[in-house]
């Protein structure tokens, strides 16, 4: 099992990102996928996340912080899961994780989810 994180770097205030995360080795349709980022000397935050709720239909949720700037989808064809960052602010500067779990408790890092990639810089600069 792999989660492979990617797309971060440097941009300026106002600018766009967008993140990927490649999974391998599970049947991720089945699996809700999250987004969480760390700020250096900081606890890990919930950004996004995407879960199967019926048939075809995922549900989204959303950290405060990144309500109306973030949007996170899903192409379960390609087993990848993406984090399109618009109107970025310094205080968006962090290390993107993206994870994999079936609980649906989407917003708890330390219980909700199974699989965790790597992590991917952000930095935003003023």
């Known amino acids: 099992v792999q989660l492979q994180a990617y797309g971060g770097g440097l941009v300026q205030t106002g600018g766009s990102l967008r993140l990927s995360c490649a999974a391998f080795?599970?049947?991720?349709?089945?699996?809700?996928m999250g987004w969480f980022r760390q700020a250096s000397g900081q606890e890990r935050e919930f950004v996004a996340a995407t879960r199967w709720a019926s048939r075809s239909i995922y549900y989204t949720d959303y950290g405060d912080s990144v309500k109306g700037r973030f949007t996170i989808s899903r192409d379960n064809a390609k087993n990848t899961v993406y984090l399109q960052m618009n109107s970025l602010k310094p205080d968006d500067t962090a290390v993107y994780y993206c994870?994999?779990?079936?609980?649906?408790?989407?917003?708890?890092?330390?219980?909700?989810?199974?699989?965790w990639g790597q992590g991917t810089l952000v930095t935003v600069s003023s």
């Open positions: 080795g599970f049947a991720f349709g089945d699996y809700g």
């Open positions: 994870a994999a779990g079936t609980t649906g408790r989407v917003r708890d890092y330390r219980n909700g989810y199974t699989y």
